[in-house]
């Protein structure tokens, strides 16, 4: 299994950024695909999933409205799509992968068996 994440960079505040995860070895369409970020010092904090069945979405409170998680199951990808970018985003991003993952465990990054190898986003203010 292998997940490889893209798309980050060096913006400024307001600005947009996509990041991308493509994902093969595993049945792409029936796993629940994350975003974590980590910021230097702190812990792997949740960003947004979505669900392999039906596809639901949840995200954390600090960018709800602001980034939008989506995913295209015919390209094994997930996207993270982030608006109006501010200096507190900065960080390192990584996507995770698992099938089965209860509702009540999304946020827990210990309930992911499949990382990608992050990707830096930086915000200048």
């Known amino acids: 299994v292998q997940l490889q994440a893209s798309g980050g960079g060096l913006v400024q505040a307001g600005d947009s950024l996509r990041l991308s995860c493509t994902a093969s070895g595993i049945t792409f369409s029936r796993y629940t695909l994350v975003w974590f970020r980590q910021a230097p010092g702190k812990e792997r904090d949740f960003v947004a999933a979505t669900r392999g069945s039906g596809g639901s979405t949840i995200y954390t409170d600090s960018v709800r409205g602001r980034f939008t998680i989506s995913r295209d199951n015919a390209k094994n990808t997930v996207y993270l799509q982030m608006n109006s970018l501010k200096p507190e985003d900065t960080a390192v991003y990584y996507c995770?992968?698992?099938?089965?993952?209860?509702?009540?465990?999304?946020?827990?990054?210990?309930?992911?068996?499949?990382w990608g190898q992050g990707t830096q986003v930086t915000v200048s203010s």
């Open positions: 995770a992968a698992q099938a089965g993952v209860i509702l009540s465990n999304f946020r827990n990054p210990t309930a992911y068996n499949y």
